[in-house]
Nanobody, 123 residues
Framework: QVQLVESGGGLVQGGGSLRLSCAAS????????MGWFRQAPGKEREFVAA????????YYADSVKGRFTISRDNAKITAYLQMNSLKPEDTAVYYC????????????????WGKGTLVTVSS
């Protein structure tokens, strides 16, 4: 079993930055691809970013490319999402996720979910 706990959300002005963290406990997550999803009010949950087990490959939704960066530290069993140039449309609950393979994760075939952290971007 793996537990994922997100942190780092909050209120930020448009154009600002936040860094989300996803701390894992339980079984080692170094054997899992990890990623971030988000769900805005009244909308479906959507893929944001993913990173392979080794961290060698990263994938992003078109809406965040060039602004968000995903990374992981397997020694600290933590994943990160650096979010720059934030826009009001980035407002959502952000969820950390882990899956056996990055392709599974991007298809929302998830083994473990965190409970989410709220990001609010003001205009």
């Amino acid at each position: 079993q793996v537990q994922l706990v997100e942190s780092g959300g909050g209120l930020v002005q448009g154009g600002g930055s936040l860094r989300l963290s996803c701390a894992a406990s339980g079984r080692t997550v170094s054997g899992y691809a990890m990623g971030w999803f988000r769900q805005a009010p009244g909308k479906e949950r959507e893929f944001v970013a993913a990173i392979t087990r080794s961290g060698s490959r990263k994938y992003y939704a078109d809406s965040v490319k060039g602004r968000f960066t995903i990374s992981r530290d397997n020694a600290k069993i933590t994943a990160y999402l650096q979010m720059n140039s934030l826009k009001p449309e980035d407002t959502a609950v952000y969820y950390c996720a882990a899956a056996s393979y990055v392709q599974n994760l991007m298809n929302q075939d998830i083994d473990y979910w965190g409970k989410g952290t709220l990001v609010t971007v003001s205009s």
